[in-house]
Structure formats: structure tokens, C-alpha cells
């Protein structure tokens, strides 16, 4: 097994244990895109600039916030905060909710969690970088249900025609959302980015080499699309539309684990 | 007050290097001196209003300082969840600029017409809402508001608004301000109205009534201080607006002075609760709904006399 294997499951185990413990959802989104989230902080963005909130630093957001635990994990894993943070998820009293709140801990660049708003405020963000002459790449990932949304592609057609070259959306395209099985036809998402003037990119979502490289690109606009498997790497939740709502009980925690050994 | 406007942001401009001009494809024969003058400070979106409020609050998180103008029902509306969440939930420090407020678009149809934008923004946390009443007015906020950095939504005018202030009145966001004394009856307005409603007060003394006249240019925060003096004189009111009678300034005004326990007697001026379906100019539909017509106040407050 590889570190970056060895790493994820280890992250994977620790959600478990967590949506277990909280009785929390959104399980099968995270281990969708817990890959890309990796891929980001531990492959392609300077996590110490973003720490110093330096002006040239890589900015991601997690527009599609429903996967707000991974994220959480990742910044632990990270050095963002401490790991200890992640046992006030959820919680009464506690520091985290299910989706981001940038004014809870450091790294969190925006809070998210109704869909379709991350797409804009990071273009206001490559924009600025830009005019600011700012160094840096801005990364926002969405999910393909996410891409429903009008005022995604509001942005879409003005990056493009703003060149945005240091602008990146991420597309978790794992074909489920809330009520079904792509409810809206999105088979052709390539090259609809493409008709709207983007570069694209279409990887493996949970191949760590496919999506550092294709990420490593910073000549955009740029669309990923990581074709990745909802509730990836555990038997019972991979593919599962439940696993966006459910929680795994103590019988669930200990296959999961066992899996993710 | 357009032109108002785009004078003093450029003004602002020329001194602050963060003030940064977004547009969703509005605001043709009024922006482009900006445009010229601050191309790399400049953005239009498209028509594409939930597009630009997420941009202005990415451009706020690196430190400019956005204003997006537009028409006030588009600027406001289209874009309400951007507005609360990307806006007000990040306090974000970007304001919103709506042109045209209440039924100044008046032929142009409901849609163009907005009645119900000081209930939706000011129930929104951390959002200061301003409507000026003429061009003094709207030089002033808009100066002041490079300064605060909190989200803000501010209604203005048209072209060639009337004036009703001094051009030296000091205007102050979060206060009233009296533009007429009177010992019978405290008229409080807001926004562009204020102007019509000045020219009631000689018909007023007609009627036998002195009749002060003042304005709050800000609906939120409330100037409850100036409130506090009118409950303590008992003076009767009378609140004019160009806006719902639902959500405004005159609920507002009469929430606090129900928790203060007021003796006041009060009645409230507004936009009846129902779309307006005559066709005319802002003029003729105000006189439709009965806020163009100096007011009978002995009959508006129930034959009680005044004095």
C-alpha cells in the first residue's frame, strides 16, 4: 500500500468513526470526493501559504459544502488545526457544523453549504487575484448535482470570457443527488464546459496520479471532471443513493473499518 | 441620483484604490465614466445578477470593496440567497446599489417596480439599509459607506431627483434628520417621497395643522434615539413611504414603539399589499394609491383634533 492509500483510509476510518458516533449524513459524498480534497492539500497547494492567509496563495472552496467533514478531516490532516477539533463536529456546543463556516477554523476560505454559490465567489477570488497581480490558483469543487444550478453556469460563461487562466472547477460527478440517479442528464458535462469555452480534463476521481496531474494544470479555465463512485471503498455504501442521508450503525462502523484496514 | 452616484464613486475611487464598480449589464449612460476611468476596477457580469454578488463577495474576501449596482428589484431579488449567505452570513463588505426604488420605473410594470425591498434586506443580519431622499442625501451615505465595512444595500433615485435638503445638511448614516419643525404632527419619510411630502406642508397649514417634517435616510439600524424623544413628547405620527405597508420603515417604527410601550397615536402611509396593475408614471400611480394627495389628517386620524 502506498502512503497515499495508507493516508486516505486512515482519514476514511476516521469519518466513519465520526458520522457513526454523531448519527450525522453525507457519508457517501465525502468518500466521493475525499480523493480530490487529497489530491489538492496534499499534492498541488502550498498549505503553509494558506495557513499565513498569504495573498498569493492557492485558494480551494468547497462549493458542493454537504462534504464538509472531509474537508474538516483533510485541514486536520493537514495541520491546520488540531485533530482533536474533529471531535466537536456536530455536536451541541460544538465548533463544527455539517456544512463549512469560514469563522470556525483556519483554512476554511468560505462557508457553503446551498448549492451553487462557490462557483462565483471563487471567480471573485481569481478575479481579484488578477487585478491584484496575485500569484496563486483558485479551485472550486462542485458537485455534478451542484451543476443543476443556474448560477453555476452564470460564471462558467464569465470565466471564459474573461480568460480566467487561474481558475479551476472540480466537478465530483458521481451521478447521484438527492432524489435519484442523474434526475438531470449531465452525461455530456465535458463538453458542455467545453462549449462554454473551457479547457477540460476528464480523470479517475479517486486516482490520486490522474488527479494531480490534471490538476497541476493552471492554464485555465479549467473544468475536472473526476468521475468518482458516491460512497467510495466501502461494499455497502458504494453507488448507494441512502448513504447521503444515513448513518452507519455500530454493525455498519465495524465492516467499514474492517474494509478500510 | 444616478448620476450622484457614479460622481461620488469615482470621487471615492480616485482616493481609494480597493473601490471596485460590478454590474450585471446594467446601467447604460451612467457607469462608463467609471468604466473609463477605472477599467481594471471595473466588472459586467452578464445579466447575471447571483453571478455578480458572488463575485463582488470573492473580490471582498481579497480585500476590495465592491459595489454592485443595478436596477433595485434585479440587484435585490434575483440574487436574495447570494445576498444572504455570500453577503450577509460572510459579512461580506460589499453594497448593493439599486436604482429606480419603490414604483419610480412606473410604465415600465411591476416588474420594474420594487415595494419590498426594505422588508428583505433588513431582516437580513449585518445588513445596513439606506434610502436617500435627494442627492445630498445620496453623496453623503455613499461617501460614508466606503468607510463601513459591513454589507449594505442602498435604494436610490433616477435622473434630475428633486432636492429637499441644504446643500450643507449633514447627513449621517443610522440618523434622522428634522427638515421641518412643527408642534401638531411629526411626519417621518424615507427615500425619494420625502421630496413630495415636503410640498404637503404648506397645504398641511391650510388645514390647520404644523406639521415637522423628518427624514431617515437609514431604515436599519433604526435611529431609536430620535424615536425615544417622540414617545416621550407623545407626539402624534404619521409615517409616509414608498414601500409595502408590510416590512418597511413604518413597521419598524411601530414594533419599537409597541415594545416601548408608546402612547403615540400613529398611522402609517404605504403601498397598499397588492400589485399595482394601472399603467402610468410614478406620479399618476401614487395618486392611485393615495400617497401623491395631501392627506386629510383630521379625517387620517379619526376626526380627533389635533390641537
Partial sequence: MTTDEFLIKEMKREMFRIVNRCNSSHIGSCLSCIDILYSLYFKIMDCEKIKNKSPDRDIFILAKGHGALALYITLAYTGFFPKEYLDKYYINGGLFHAHPDKTKAKGIECSTGSLGHGASIGLGMAIAKSRNQNKGHVYVLMGDGECNEGSVWEAVMLASTLKQSNYTLIVDFNHLQGMGRDVICQDNIGERFKAFGFHVKEVNGHDIDQLTAALQDRNGPLAVIAHTVKGKGVSFTEDKLEWHYKSPNDEQLEIALKELQ | ?307
Fill in chain 2, 1 to 307: 441620483m444616478r448620476k450622484t452616484f457614479i460622481t461620488v464613486l469615482l470621487e471615492q475611487a480616485k482616493l481609494d484604490q480597493k473601490i471596485f464598480l460590478i454590474t450585471p449589464d446594467m446601467g447604460f449612460s451612467v457607469v462608463e465614466p467609471f468604466m473609463q476611468a477605472f477599467p481594471d476596477r471595473f466588472l459586467n457580469t452578464g445579466i447575471a445578477e447571483q453571478n455578480a454578488i458572488g463575485i463582488a463577495a470573492g473580490l471582498s474576501f481579497e480585500g476590495f470593496k465592491p459595489y454592485v449596482y443595478s436596477m433595485a428589484p434585479f440587484a435585490l431579488m434575483r440574487s436574495y440567497e447570494q445576498i444572504r449567505l455570500d453577503a450577509s452570513y460572510m459579512q461580506a463588505d460589499i453594497k448593493i446599489v439599486g436604482s429606480g426604488g419603490g414604483v419610480q420605473n412606473g410604465a415600465q410594470g411591476v416588474t420594474h417596480h420594487v415595494i419590498e425591498d426594505f422588508a428583505i434586506a433588513k431582516v437580513l443580519p449585518n445588513m445596513i439599509v439606506c434610502a436617500p431622499a435627494d442627492p445630498v442625501e445620496a453623496r453623503q451615505i455613499l461617501e460614508q459607506s466606503v468607510n463601513i465595512e459591513s454589507p449594505m444595500y442602498i435604494r436610490i433615485g433616477k435622473n434630475n431627483d428633486p432636492v429637499v435638503h441644504n446643500v450643507n445638511d449633514i447627513i449621517t448614516i443610522g440618523k434622522a434628520f428634522s427638515l421641518a419643525k412643527g408642534a401638531d404632527l411629526e411626519i417621518i419619510t424615507t427615500g425619494t417621497i420625502t421630496c413630495r411630502v415636503f410640498d404637503w406642508l404648506p397645504e398641511l397649514q391650510k388645514q390647520g395643522v404644523c406639521a415637522a417634517l423628518t427624514v431617515f435616510p437609514t431604515i436599519k439600524p433604526l435611529d431609536k434615539d430620535y424615536l425615544d424623544e417622540l414617545i416621550k413628547i407623545r407626539k402624534k405620527i404619521l409615517i409616509v413611504e414608498e414601500h409595502s405597508i408590510i416590512g418597511g420603515l413604518g413597521e419598524s417604527i411601530c414594533a419599537y414603539f409597541a415594545l416601548r410601550k408608546a402612547a403615540n397615536d400613529i398611522k402609517h402611509m404605504g403601498i397598499p399589499d397588492s400589485f399595482n396593475h394601472c399603467v402610468g408614471n410614478q406620479q399618476y400611480i401614487l395618486e392611485n394609491m393615495g400617497l401623491w394627495q395631501v392627506p386629510d389628517i383630521k379625517e387620517l386620524f379619526n376626526g380627533e383634533l389635533i390641537k
